[in-house]
């Protein structure tokens, strides 16, 4: 069976005490009334994570990176490794998110590079993927996230690629207030899920969690929720909010 998840990417927003005061709005506010079946990943800035993780050890929710850098150690000034972060009791690391990919460059390789590293840690990759505007109206669309699992991702075996979990995030959806159409969704994460059966096969990918990602809140979250291939959210935005989080978490 595989997982139902809603996950925060907080992006790089809050103060420290704005962080610690959202945490522990969260924590309290999921204590005792989170559904069961679903996982609650909280991805703050770095320097909220052991405040998130300290917390967290009686709370309902995970703790996830916003990315990882694909080395260990070394001098790569500014950067924070997985080996860093298993201490921490960090679960999850997004990585190759669009805004990553577009402002910083990230290629193919070094996304796999960085999905290497996460799981020679532990780690599971939020992994995502999507397309632009652009791309969508040019019909590139399933082209476009081929290559981003095949070029990123497919070269795991088996047994590695049973960690990742994958977020579809068009890039015309994200922050923008407009999000994909429950049915734009179910294509995308049924053709995902397809790409996966052919390169590995269908029971892997029937167990592989793919969330949507871009613009989803308390008022799309639960018809996005209901496709039968979208198991989740990765929500920017209203992830921000603890009242509109603890909404879309209970969506399902
Ligand atoms: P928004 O929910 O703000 O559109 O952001 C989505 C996103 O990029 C999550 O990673």
């Not at 040019?138 to 590695?160: G, N």
Request: proline letters at 4%.
């Amino acid at each position: 069976m595989r997982k139902k998840i809603v996950a925060g990417n907080w992006k790089m927003n809050k103060t420290f005490s704005e962080a610690e005061e959202l945490i522990t709005e969260i924590a309290d506010q999921l204590d005792g009334t989170k559904p069961e079946n679903v996982e609650v990943i909280l991805c703050p800035p770095y320097i909220y994570l052991e405040l998130a993780t300290d917390i967290a050890e009686d709370a309902p929710y995970s703790v996830g990176a916003q990315n990882i850098n694909d080395h260990d150690m070394g001098a790569y000034t500014g950067e924070i490794s997985a080996q860093m972060l298993i201490e921490l009791n960090v679960a999850y690391a997004i990585i190759g998110h669009s805004e990553r990919r577009k402002y910083y460059n990230e290629s193919h390789e070094f996304l796999a590079g960085k999905v290497d590293s996460a799981l020679r840690h532990g780690i599971r990759p939020i992994f995502c993927c999507g397309e632009t505007l652009p791309e969508r109206e040019a019909e590139k669309y399933k082209e476009i996230v081929k290559t981003q699992l095949y070029d990123s991702l497919f070269h795991l075996t088996p047994e590695q690629f049973g960690w990742v979990i994958i977020a579809y995030e068009p890039v015309w959806a994200i922050g923008t207030g407009v999000n994909a159409t429950p049915a734009q969704a179910q294509e995308m994460h049924a053709y995902i899920r397809k790409l996966i059966a052919d390169k590995y096969d269908p029971q892997i990918a029937g167990e592989t969690t793919i969330l949507y990602g871009g613009s989803c809140n308390s008022k799309n979250a639960r018809e996005l929720f209901a496709q039968a291939d979208v198991d989740g959210g990765l929500i920017g935005g209203a992830s921000l909010i603890a009242d509109e989080f603890i909404s879309i978490i209970k969506s399902f």
